[in-house]
């Protein structure tokens, strides 16, 4: 009853002073020029008392996957109503460079290092022209939230290294194992026991989907799809947040997991992903650990009610805690629209944990009293 409240309440000061003030799944999200949001596959940090959210641009038509312009960014001081801040990281116009026009640059998330002072952006790089072959994280870094960014280089992570608790055994390649038939059980166990991690050994490991955390003693993680989105790598990076540290691990190895994004509550860490199917919605995932470094529990779906199986029609990106807010966490995911990507549209809905388990519900429009009046 007091939700009904709250976003009647709202809906009569939207009406009033032309602001938005709740969150609503899925619509057409307006910034403060009356033009649709276009921060796809974004993520969201807070600086001063104001919120960054930063994303993919798409543009219109079939090739609006690619990246024509770079990466967005919007700022909001309620979570509501965002301004264009524009293209903080732009693609160039060198045919050489690694982010030239048109190559693809999918799910950038930007963290602040306390010890540089400097803001560092992740992402997907895919090179131009390459389709999702050269699965690379790259790396850029910004004086300030608001960019410009100055593009660093891109890698394959952790080349040369095995992943931690990697036994001997599996370290030794076999020369049978490639032309075992996809998805057999052999092939299941070959997967588990690292052949693609011993295939990409000298190259370093893939990186597709990937997100980054900051923990509470300032450890940076990139945490990405590898072994051809089989398997989640989790990666420490080097205390700049510029390189890795060469401690690895993989989580649920042919498991296929995309999309993760993960939180930290009361000493859990929680992860939410999706299965791998495109950009056609499928059911997510999530999982629960006492240590970043594992063992990961399954825990099953954490969406409920209808299109619950579907993540209701979107795909997880990140999740962000309420600045000062103890419990109240934000997943956000996209819509997408692959045959016209400007127009995807954005889910963001509150995580509540309920005896140690993610869930998430649908909401049609909701606001921050959410978290407080349920
Ligand atoms: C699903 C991924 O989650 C997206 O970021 C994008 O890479 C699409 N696949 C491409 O098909």
């Known amino acids: 009853m007091k939700l009904q409240y709250s976003i009647i309440i709202s809906f009569l000061c939207s009406l009033v002073f032309g602001q938005n003030t709740s969150f609503e799944p899925g619509k057409v999200w307006k910034d403060t020029d009356g033009v649709h949001i276009n921060a796809h596959g974004g993520g969201v940090i807070f600086v001063d008392g104001t919120y960054y959210w930063y994303g993919e641009f798409k543009t219109e038509g079939k090739g609006g996957n690619t990246a024509l312009k770079g990466v967005s960014c919007y700022s909001s001081k309620d979570l509501y ?60 870094i910004s004086d300030s939230p608001k960019g410009p960014f100055a593009y660093k280089k891109s890698y394959r992570p952790n080349k040369g290294v095995w992943p931690m608790d990697f036994k001997e055994e599996y370290k030794l390649a076999s020369t049978t194992e490639r032309n075992l038939k996809s998805w057999s059980p052999e092939w299941v166990t070959a997967i588990k026991n690292g052949m693609l991690v011993r295939r990409d050994f000298k190259k370093g490991q893939m990186s597709r989907d990937m997100t980054v955390y900051v923990d509470d003693n300032e450890k940076g993680y990139l945490i990405h799809s590898s072994e051809e989105n089989l398997t989640l790598h989790i990666s420490e990076l080097t205390d700049d947040y510029l390189d890795f540290t060469e401690k690895w691990t993989r989580v649920e190895p042919a498991g296929h997991n995309e999309a993760p994004a993960i939180f930290k509550k009361e000493g859990i860490y929680y992860m939410i992903t999706s299965g791998c199917t495109g950009w056609d919605p499928n059911e997510a995932r999530s999982f629960k650990s006492k240590s970043i470094w594992g063992p990961w529990e399954a825990l099953g779906n954490p969406c409920f009610g209808k299109d619950a199986d579907f993540t209701f029609h979107s795909q997880s990106t990140y999740i962000f805690q309420v600045q000062g807010k103890k419990d109240q966490f934000i997943f956000m995911a996209d819509r997408w629209k692959p045959d016209n990507p400007i127009d995807g549209t954005y889910i963001w809905l509150p995580i509540k944990c309920i005896e140690e388990k993610p869930v998430l519900k649908w909401l049609d429009n909701w606001n921050l009293a959410y978290f407080t009046e349920n």
Do not use: Q
Request: net charge positive.
């Open 81 to 140: 109503n965002w301004n264009n801040e524009g293209i903080v990281l732009k693609v160039e116009d060198d045919p050489n460079s690694e982010i030239t026009k048109g190559c693809i640059m999918e799910r950038p998330k930007v963290v602040f290092n306390k010890k540089t002072g400097k803001y560092i952006m992740w992402f997907h790089l895919e090179f131009k022209g390459k389709g999702y072959d050269s699965a690379r994280a790259a790396v850029a």
